[in-house]
């Protein structure tokens, strides 16, 4: 139980730490909202419709003191209110996150538990077959796939497998011509255009984990417990599975736990290059049209989310590793 306070007392003050730097990195930027939506609008709008902007984005002739103005903003941000998108006016940015986080959340998280189980599973497998051909060429390609531009493998996946065979679509998350209400149609349709970006990301990211797995697991190979339990004549499976496995793998379950923080935030690339209506491309989105207010809201999503994704991998290892038991 301490162990666990002393987490959540790390993680309330790093999100507090985000949520004021959040608060004050727009009041260093030169400009508003509403100088932008003008720049747009190429003076076309008039001055009744520029003050019903101004009350929108809460902009007064006169501010508020700083704190306030910081009071009101953790008030509403606790209320889930993150302002007003510019480039997709009137909708709230909370709207805007909440149609895309599902996107990225299904495509990035699946994507990424696949690859790491993969990786750990076949890094597993190198380390304790070594000396076997197979499983020593493992490692080199595990290397190759790690290093490899994932941009220039998207480009080339696109290229051959939906342009020239034509086996998925080329961008999109779904056919326009569906919508929820056709059932299994939808949903094939989003496997379809999903199955694509999802097959780059796990080939891209499996190499990292399986050699970082294997690295680990020849590591823990070498203890003096390993050493003692193939004395006592256990089975080798049981030492596989209990002794080293279970030991190799918390490395791996930090960063794991990272990964599955940077979710939310999508991978940029990939929604980019595929058209994938998720978080990464909306943030490319937000910030060339310089939408500041929707920028906060996915910089503050996504920082959210790595901090809780961290907070459970601790708590994770009060249950993985006895030694954070005993308090050590």
Request: charge should be positive; glycine fraction near 10%; proline fraction near 6%.
């Amino acid at each position: 139980m301490n162990f666990f306070l002393r987490r959540l007392t790390f993680f309330l003050l790093t999100l507090w730490a985000a949520l004021t730097l959040n608060f004050f990195l727009p009041k260093l930027v030169p400009g508003n909202p509403i100088g932008a939506m003008l720049a747009q609008a190429q003076g076309r709008m008039n001055p009744e419709a520029v003050h019903a902007l101004k009350l929108a984005y809460g902009i007064k002739e006169h501010p508020d003191p700083l704190y306030i103005q910081y009071f009101e903003y953790i008030g509403k941000l606790l209320h889930g209110d993150f302002g007003r998108s510019i480039s997709q006016f009137p909708m709230n940015v909370s709207d805007v996150i909440a149609g895309s986080a599902p996107w990225t959340i299904g495509l990035v998280g699946i994507s990424t538990v696949i690859s790491f189980v993969l990786g750990s599973l076949l890094g597993l497998w190198t380390a304790w077959k070594r000396g076997n051909k197979v499983a020593d060429a493992m490692v080199p390609l595990g290397l190759f796939l790690n290093s490899m531009p994932y941009f220039w493998f998207a480009l080339i996946s696109l290229y051959i497998f939906a342009y020239l065979l034509n086996w998925f679509p080329l961008s999109g998350g779904y056919a326009s011509n569906l919508s929820p209400s056709d059932g299994w149609p939808y949903f094939q349709s989003i496997l379809l255009h999903g199955f694509l970006p999802a097959f780059t990301i796990v080939v891209t990211g499996i190499g990292g984990w399986l050699v970082g797995m294997r690295n680990n697991a020849v590591s823990v190979l070498n203890e003096d417990y390993v050493t003692f339990a193939e004395a006592k004549g256990l089975r080798p499976e049981r030492i596989k599975n209990q002794y080293v496995a279970r030991n190799a793998i918390l490395p791996s379950i930090t960063g794991f736990g990272m990964a599955l923080g940077f979710v939310v935030g999508g991978s940029i690339v990939t929604e980019i290059v595929f058209s994938y209506p998720g978080i990464g491309r909306l943030l490319y989105q937000a910030v060339t049209a310089l939408d500041y207010p929707l920028m906060q809201g996915i910089f503050l999503f996504i920082t959210a989310a790595v901090l809780i994704a961290n907070l459970l991998v601790e708590v994770s290892y009060v249950f993985l590793d006895p030694r954070v038991r005993g308090g050590k």
